[in-house]
């Protein structure tokens, strides 16, 4: 496949304009549901389906029930949206929208807030992001991608969650391979005609640690700052396209 295909070209741009809602509804304290609900109603307006709602990953005994994953501050991906959102935190969005059977997915991490320390890192981590990105080469080793985001982390004095990683993204959310942010020494590469999902996890502290919050069955806090960014990249016979960027 040279181009990606027409769907899922429009399930990305639904997502990273999803994504630019969720950051403006954040200027103000507002709260996690009440930002699930008007995130849905976009996606749903803009003639898009929140592909997380019902979804049922294979580490929770149950489906998700909501449109989007919210951490704020400590929490780490998979967040639910059960809390106050002030504009002084570290947030981060995470959605994925389907379009007429196609997938996109995309998350990014922001604060609206004055802190230098929560500026400092939340711009270090879009900065190891970016930087990550430019490793995305049609047949090049996987690797290359993931040591950059550990070479970033590293510099900044900050750790990579490494229980996460990427993956494979088209007619399925989830598919082969993984997209590791840490260096795995095997020889995948980005195959040209694919899409994938590539989301470094950072902490913003060299050794972390995670812990599960009771009851929900999906979210995790961590013991520092975390933060998470994801686009959404099609990797064509003469370069890549960022499918959700330019967010």
Not at 155 to 175: A, L, Q, S, T
Request: proline share 5%; with cysteine.
């Amino acid at each position: 496949m040279e181009s990606p295909a027409n769907e899922q070209v429009r399930a990305a741009e639904i997502a990273r304009d999803a994504i630019a809602f969720a950051r403006r509804l954040c200027l103000n304290d507002i709260e996690g549901l009440d930002l699930d609900r008007q995130v849905e109603e976009f996606i749903l307006d803009e003639g898009g389906k929140p592909a997380l709602k019902g979804f049922h990953p294979s580490f929770s005994k149950k489906p998700y029930e909501w449109t989007i994953c919210l951490a704020v501050d400590e929490d780490v991906v998979h967040g639910v949206p059960f809390k106050l959102v002030s504009p002084s935190n570290v947030i981060t969005v995470d959605l994925v929208v389907e379009y007429d059977g196609w997938f996109a997915d995309t998350a990014r991490t922001f604060t609206h807030g004055k802190s230098p320390t929560k500026k400092r890192f939340v711009d270090n981590s879009a900065n190891i992001f970016n930087a990550a990105l430019e490793m995305i080469i049609p047949q090049q080793v996987i690797d290359l991608y993931s040591m950059t985001i550990e070479e970033g982390a590293e510099m900044f004095g900050y750790g990579v969650v490494n229980e996460y990683c990427g993956h494979g993204i088209g007619k399925e959310i989830h598919m082969p391979p993984q997209v590791c942010n840490r260096q795995t020494r095997n020889n995948d590469v980005f195959q040209v005609g694919k899409s994938y999902a590539v989301e470094p996890v950072l902490a913003s502290k060299p050794t972390y640690s995670l812990s599960n919050k009771p009851n929900d069955g999906f979210s995790v806090k961590a013991n520092c700052l975390v933060s998470h960014n994801e686009d959404t990249i099609f990797v064509g016979q003469n370069g890549v396209v960022n499918l959700t960027g330019n967010q």
